[in-house]
């Protein structure tokens, strides 16, 4: 039986037991039942060194529940970047990683990949029982990976190739841009890494309304960028809280979207096999792959810009290219002299449609969307001063109006909804 080791080798397995424990949350040992009983106490003992302080437990007649708590007013660092920087390794990769660094230690060091050989062999592995364990060609492959990674040059002069270490560049005074973008922007783990190689004195940031959770979803979120860059097509597994069983899909992304209400990101990509344009969850999407280069990838994003100028949040209603199906929706709401600023409200938080004044006490706002449903939230924070309102789509007009007189019955007022 192996010992528990705390280093990743599959970043999948750790950012589900990451959403399960913190996004869904209050889990216990029995509840999980999608891996083993081993396996779980492995996962959670990675996390407990992960998070350290932010991992707690309940007691409950069903048993012990545990769960990530994080209080993002105190904590100033993304705590779910440690998850990151666990990568396992091997004992030869961590070993060749820093042989390589040692004979290549300056940047005026060039060397070619025979020369790197002997100096291994002869330097480092003379005293070893077997003096050969790296090959020609392990290093080569290593010193190719680390000139993709940027971390190494490669020099061509005649019919020679000369290895280098790449120049560091100096982070000291980035440490204050470093610091919020590794907080704030989609793959602030490269920030979080970059800022390890600052000495900082103090905290730059606070933050009232800091959405962690992201962190997890780097991974995919690179792979989707580095998709959009190439103009490419990608499959990958969708886990849908609707279905049981995840679902492997072909898109095409073409933007991302967060929210700055919750910090939720999603993915608005075509389906090729649908012909639409529809969003999805990126901490539903895992195993991003690329799936070929498409012609139509500007055509496409044209189509979601069209989109945009009648999308409230993310969805699309049906999202045909072939037909935009729009709904109107409009209100009228009553502002009394010195209540201005619910007029600015309007102004200030309409993403879509205008506002006109109707009286000299009332104002309307009124727009063509394709999905009204998700403008009730918005609508509802008026609705005290709501005088009038409309929904082309009946079933969201008579569902709103439903959901007022449940609250009017609720607080005892029940003919307030005939007013």
Known sequence: ???????????????????????????????????????????????????????????????????????????????????????????????????????????????????IMDCINEKYLSEFENPQMFDESTVRKKLKEYCALGIINAEKQGRKVFYLRAQSPDVSGLCEVLDFYSEVAPCGVIGSFLLDKCRREGESFAFKHHYMTGAIDSGVIAALFE???????????????????????????????????????HLLAYVPGQDRIKSFRIDYLSEVKPAGSTPRFRELREHLDEMQKNMWGVNTGTGKLSKKKLEHVEFTVRAEPGEEHIVRRLMREKRVGEVEKTGEFTYRFSADVLDSQELTPWIRSFVCRITEIKFSNRAVENRFKSDLEKMYRIYGIEKGAEK
Request: with cysteine.
């Open 1 to 115: 039986m192996s010992a528990y080791n705390e280093l990743i080798k599959n970043f999948e397995r750790i950012r589900a037991y990451m959403r399960e424990f913190y996004v869904f949350g209050f889990k216990s040992r029995e509840d999980y039942d999608k891996k083993s009983a081993r396996s779980y106490d492995d996962e959670r003992r990675r996390m407990e060194s992960f998070f350290g302080e932010h991992m707690s437990f309940l007691r409950t007649p069903e048993g012990k529940t545990v769960f990530i708590s994080i209080d993002s007013r105190t904590s100033r660092h993304n705590p779910f970047y440690n998850a990151w920087k666990a990568k396992s390794f091997t004992d030869g990769d961590i070993t060749l990683h820093f042989i390589i660094f040692d004979i290549l230690h300056s940047e005026e060091i060039k060397l070619t990949l025979s020369e």
């Open 227 to 265: 998709a959009m860059r190439g103009e490419c097509a990608v499959t990958a597994i969708n886990h849908s809280r609707k279905k049981r069983e995840p679902e492997e899909i072909r898109i095409v992304p073409l933007r991302i979207f967060i929210s700055a209400q919750n910090g939720r990101q």
